[in-house]
């Protein structure tokens, strides 16, 4: 689906809005549900329906132009990820520290919801087309040394994702947010413990309730039901799968002798923490 197809299909949600908004809040949703969700919807698509960086602009002409290219291609989505979440108001009300250390640790398993929204069936570097733009993502791949399969799991998690969610912009920014707000869902023994986890648990509490309560307005409860299974099996392959990449591409800024010019943002997802002084004074400029 490519950016065009996109436009088209935010026609047809808004058309479904405008025929079934009546049925809707006065069923499961609430007017005030309703609003928070169209709100939510809307700052994902003003931020990623255009203007974003492309893998093709990725330089593989050698190993290490590589890696810090990628990085910056990374470093862009994390800041665009960062205003996003910013215009949750249950984030900007956390305290400053609780909300470097959920951006920092759940930043790698958001990264594969971006892709999956803008993924094209062809001639995208995730496509099975034999394209251009796949065959340099190959290199890119190639140069880093994967020997592990490790472009292929993350094809297979967005057409995972494109599979459960449709690219349905909704579903995709509703899980988001509770992404954003799950302590631990980056699989890192060494991730602090947040100073109220009372607030991040219940804001994680309430965007699962307002996706539970969406589904169940779209397709009736038993079909929602079957439909929730279906996503909670796909988000523990995210969750699975971005570990490895995270901790993939970690050995590989490390081992390459790179880090001094990889971008912070990527740096800071990774873990590297020789560099933990430098996020914290570049995540007290972006979050406060």
């Not at 020997?147 to 599979?163: A, D, K, L, P």
Request: overall charge negative.
């Amino acid at each position: 689906m490519d950016i065009e197809e996109v436009d088209d299909n935010d026609l047809l949600h808004e058309n479904f809005h405008l025929n079934e908004m009546e049925d809707i809040l006065f069923g499961t949703l609430s007017v005030e549900d309703w609003i928070i969700i169209q709100n939510v919807r809307s700052s994902f698509l003003s931020m990623f329906k255009s203007n974003c960086p492309k893998c093709s602009s990725i330089d593989v002409s050698d190993r290490a132009s590589a890696l810090i290219s990628w990085s910056y291609f990374v470093h862009r989505i994390a800041l665009m990820f960062i205003s996003f979440f910013r215009q949750i108001d249950e984030f900007e009300s956390l305290n400053a520290d609780d909300r470097f250390l959920l951006v920092k640790y759940n930043m790698s398993p958001v990264l594969p919801i971006f892709k999956s929204f803008i993924y094209k069936t062809e001639n995208d570097c995730c496509s099975h087309d034999d394209n251009v733009i796949a065959a340099k993502n190959r290199r890119f791949y190639m140069l880093c040394g994967d020997s592990s399969g490790i472009r292929g799991s993350f094809i297979s998690t967005v057409h995972s994702i494109v599979q459960a969610t449709g690219q349905d912009a909704t579903l995709l920014s509703l899980l988001l947010a509770i992404f954003l707000f799950t302590p631990g869902l980056s699989m890192n023994e060494d991730e602090p413990l947040l100073k109220d986890s009372l607030a991040v648990h219940r804001a994680q509490g309430h965007y699962t309730k307002l996706l539970w309560n969406y589904l169940v307005s779209k397709q009736g409860e038993v079909i929602a039901c079957k439909y929730f299974t279906q996503l909670l099996r796909t988000i523990f392959q995210v969750q699975s799968r971005c570990k490895r990449f995270q901790d993939f591409f970690r050995a590989q800024m490390i081992s390459s002798d790179t880090v001094d010019s990889i971008a912070p943002v990527t740096l800071s997802f990774l873990h590297i923490s020789y560099f933990f002084s430098l996020f914290i004074f570049l995540f007290d400029k972006l979050l406060v």
